[in-house]
């Protein structure tokens, strides 16, 4: 009996399966020879998917173009110049001009004559100040506390150095249950504009920061009081409100140098 493979139908079968697949195998070669290009010939696919691409160049080419151009919105009256044209005739109205003193009392430059004049003006009456904090027990408009809270965690940025529940960090002590932040409210005013440095006594543990606190005298008397008075009914404390005529009393105050410990009144 003879093997399948001295079989001369399934020699002829056999040969001409495999003549196909080298054929097959040959033109799918020729298909990406064809497709992909060789040598300077450019890629079709690639050009393809590039056309996209050179159109969208384009129009933002035309669009840079058109903004940056002389444009004459009226007879006389040229707009929107070139960056090239705009940058020196910017820097030639810099140089022309005279810089001049900031007149607004919370930018003093440390050091400057005006910060050491503000030292030697005479000292406020904080016991005026914190005579007009109202009672402990009176009401305080839910409002306010709203305001002192977006001031705390946003527009005052406070949470980012004691913590968004008062709990205190690295770098800013802990607001919850401390005696200064419930104590008389004039301390609480004084530090906010004019910063506080240097060790303090807090909850019976010395407290030394890392870094000073700096002074926030860009806020409004109305933003001062507000995150003031939040801060003094949070985190579990329990205090009166804090007026923004009481800050008003103490502007005078802005500018002087940072307060110590020893420049608070003991609560």
């Given at each position: 009996?003879?093997?399948?493979?001295?079989n001369?139908?399934?020699?002829?079968?056999?040969?001409?399966?495999?003549?196909?697949?080298?054929?097959?195998?040959?033109?799918?070669?020729?298909?990406?020879?064809?497709?992909?290009?060789?040598?300077?010939r450019?890629?079709p696919?690639?050009?393809?998917?590039?056309?996209?691409?050179?159109?969208?160049?384009?129009?933002?080419?035309?669009?840079?173009?058109?903004?940056?151009?002389?444009?004459?919105?009226?007879?006389?009256?040229?707009?929107?110049?070139?960056?090239?044209?705009?940058?020196?005739?910017?820097?030639?109205?810099?140089?022309?001009?005279?810089?001049?003193?900031?007149?607004?009392?919370?930018?003093?430059?440390?050091?400057?004559?005006?910060?050491l004049?503000?030292?030697?003006?005479?000292?406020?009456?904080?016991?005026?100040?914190?005579?007009?904090?109202?009672?402990?027990?009176?009401?305080?408009d839910?409002?306010?506390?709203?305001?002192?809270?977006?001031?705390?965690?946003?527009?005052?940025?406070?949470?980012?150095?004691?913590?968004?529940?008062?709990?205190?960090?690295?770098?800013?002590?802990?607001?919850a249950?401390?005696?200064?932040?419930?104590?008389?409210?004039?301390?609480?005013?004084?530090?906010?504009?004019?910063?506080?440095?240097?060790?303090?006594?807090?909850?019976?543990?010395?407290?030394?920061?890392?870094?000073?606190?700096?002074?926030?005298?860009?806020?409004?008397?109305?933003?001062?009081?507000?995150?003031?008075?939040y801060?003094?009914?949070?985190?579990?404390?329990?205090?009166?409100?804090?007026?923004?005529?009481?800050?008003?009393?103490?502007?005078?105050?802005?500018?002087?140098?940072?307060?110590?410990?020893?420049?608070?009144?003991?609560?």
């Amino acid at each position: 009996m003879s093997s399948s493979s001295d079989n001369p139908f399934v020699r002829f079968t056999a040969f001409w399966w495999a003549l196909g697949v080298f054929m097959l195998f040959g033109v799918i070669l020729l298909a990406i020879k064809l497709f992909s290009g060789s040598g300077d010939r450019p890629n079709p696919l690639e050009e393809a998917a590039a056309a996209k691409r050179y159109e969208t160049r384009a129009a933002v080419e035309a669009a840079q173009k058109a903004a940056f151009a002389y444009k004459e919105v009226e007879k006389g009256k040229v707009v929107q110049v070139p960056p090239h044209d705009v940058f020196p005739l910017v820097g030639q109205g810099l140089l022309a001009e005279k810089p001049v003193a900031v007149a607004k009392p919370e930018q003093i430059v440390p050091g400057s004559d005006r910060q050491l004049a503000a030292a030697n003006e005479p000292k406020v009456d904080v016991a005026a100040v914190d005579a007009l904090t109202p009672a402990a027990d009176a009401p305080i408009d839910p409002a306010l506390l709203e305001a002192g809270k977006a001031q705390f965690m946003g527009g005052g940025t406070c949470f980012v150095c004691h913590g968004p529940t008062g709990e205190g960090g690295p770098i800013g002590p802990t607001l919850a249950g401390s005696e200064w932040v419930t104590g008389p409210v004039s301390n609480l005013i004084r530090i906010q504009l004019r910063g506080l440095e240097g060790p303090i006594q807090l909850k019976g543990a010395t407290y030394t920061p890392p870094a000073p606190m700096a002074a926030l005298a860009h806020q409004t008397d109305e933003q001062i009081a507000a995150v003031l008075t939040y801060i003094r009914n949070s985190f579990g404390n329990k205090a009166s409100a804090v007026l923004p005529e009481q800050v008003k009393m103490l502007r005078s105050e802005v500018g002087k140098p940072m307060l110590k410990e020893a420049d608070l009144i003991k609560p």
